[in-house]
């Protein structure tokens, strides 16, 4: 059984896993939050209180979801852009 402060997480490439939301809450950036209570429809403070714990809201937990998964998405291609970048390029000869 899933405690109610972990959350699964699906991605588009078919992994799933759970994280609590103290590890969402960090991976977010500045914005994020508004991000997510506009998705769900709820007041910031509504999302706030959701990562503290205080309720449980599926509303609150599917836009957290779709937000950090965006954000892993924009993580994993700038890590992927960067490693391109910094990979010299082999000579042609």
Do not use: C, H
């Amino acid at each position: 059984m899933i405690s109610t402060k972990q959350v699964r997480v699906a991605l588009a490439d078919g992994q799933v896993f759970e994280v609590s939301r103290e590890d969402i809450k960090s991976l977010l950036p500045y914005g994020a939050l508004a991000r997510i209570s506009k998705a769900a429809a709820v007041e910031r403070a509504t999302v706030s209180d959701w990562f503290k714990g205080k309720f449980n809201s599926r509303r609150v937990e599917a836009a957290a979801v779709v937000v950090y998964a965006e954000e892993l998405t924009r993580l994993q291609q700038m890590r992927n852009a960067l490693t391109a970048a910094l990979t010299p390029a082999t000579a042609q000869q």
